[in-house]
């Protein structure tokens, strides 16, 4: 059974075959491809051409392009699984030696809002939530727990205040730690933000867990501000130093808007900020992936170290 808590704590089910599968979810309104600016006007939520949002978008598929295509003529829309962006670098070692061990594999997901959830339908859209359904897919028979830490409006000082009770408590093998955004849109100076993220990188590393970090969301609001790319860079610097994972969330929703030509009103809400259903579970379909992967490496590797 897959676990995702949020308050009031919420299980999920769900089975299926090793593969990256269509799964239904609530998909935004689209609009057909035109030309896509570099960067989206500051403050403006959607595009100008495009159609505007329902307020109750209707299900449909969410597909893997490398698996299947969509039907012609469905509606339905892609998520595409761009590996050159998606893969983690390093080696998941804990997650992989505690799923070989056959033991339940504890997740923490801690972040601010688009953790914890603005701008999906309900708590069971969320990133975090759908990850939980994306990997039970993915490793079906093991037991797996994905819990929600994300709160609204957090930078990364107040999410470290919580590591002792919201991640170092859970004795998690895998934290997801989302940052940057808020600190982007408060104007903040990148340079004490480098310091204190790489503080707790190293709290993290502490604890005997993976750790993924993940950047901002590729958003209109997010792409007014000055610092965006600056914060972009910085995050994948520290990781890079550090030697943890990053997932290019930024460079990924790029991608659906640049490449893939989709408009905002396909992934991203009403405020221009905050990520929709579908683009949380698109989100959370290519982490699970990246984290499969990951967690997979020779088995040489995954074993325990011997004792001495």
């Known amino acids: 059974m897959v676990l995702a808590t949020l308050p009031p704590a919420r299980a999920q089910t769900a089975g299926a075959q090793h593969a990256l599968s269509a799964v239904a979810i609530p998909a935004a309104t689209t609009a057909a491809p035109l030309p896509i600016p570099a960067v989206a006007?500051?403050?403006?939520?959607?595009?100008?051409?495009?159609?505007?949002?329902?307020?109750?978008?209707?299900?449909?598929?969410?597909i893997d392009s490398a698996m299947a295509p969509a039907p012609a003529g469905s509606g339905e829309i892609v998520c595409r699984r761009p590996a050159r962006l998606a893969r983690l670098d390093h080696p998941l070692r804990h997650t992989a030696r505690r799923l070989a061990a056959g033991k339940p594999l504890v997740i923490v997901a801690i972040g601010s809002s688009s953790t914890a959830g603005a701008g999906a339908s309900s708590p069971a859209a969320s990133y975090p939530s759908r990850l939980a359904v994306e990997l039970q897919k993915l490793l079906p028979g093991h037991a797996i727990a994905v819990l929600n830490r994300g709160v609204n409006g957090e930078e990364t000082p107040d999410m470290m205040a919580r590591f002792a009770t919201g991640v170092i408590a859970a004795h998690p093998q895998l934290v997801l730690w989302q940052v940057g955004t808020n600190s982007?849109?408060?104007d903040h100076p990148l340079k004490p933000h480098a310091v204190e993220?790489?503080?707790?990188?190293?709290?993290?590393?502490?604890?005997?867990?993976?750790?993924?970090?993940?950047d901002p969301q590729y958003a209109p609001r997010v792409l007014a501000k000055s610092?965006?790319?600056?914060?972009?860079?910085?995050?994948?610097?520290?990781?890079?130093?550090?030697?943890?994972?990053?997932?290019?969330?930024?460079?990924?929703?790029?991608?659906?808007?640049e490449s893939q030509h989709r408009s905002f009103d396909v992934f991203i809400s009403r405020d221009g900020?905050?990520?929709?259903?579908?683009?949380y579970a698109c989100w959370a379909k290519l982490l699970a992936a990246s984290i499969v992967d990951a967690a997979s490496p020779p088995v040489?590797?995954?074993?325990?170290?011997?004792?001495?």
Not at 47 to 53: C, I, M, V
Not at 273 to 279: F, K, V
Not at 300 to 308: E, F, K, L, Q, Y
């Open 41 to 62: 006007a500051p403050g403006l939520p959607h595009r100008q051409d495009a159609k505007p949002a329902v307020a109750h978008p209707k299900a449909a598929p969410l």
């Open 273 to 279: 900020l905050h990520m929709n259903d579908w683009g």
């Open 300 to 308: 040489a590797s995954v074993a325990a170290p011997p004792a001495r």
């Open 227 to 257: 610092e965006t790319t600056g914060m972009v860079d910085l995050i994948a610097l520290a990781a890079q130093e550090e030697d943890v994972d990053l997932f290019h969330r930024f460079a990924i929703m790029r991608d659906w808007y």
């Open 184 to 186: 982007v849109l408060r």
């Open 197 to 214: 993220l790489r503080q707790g990188i190293g709290q993290l590393k502490e604890i005997d867990a993976d750790v993924v970090l993940i």
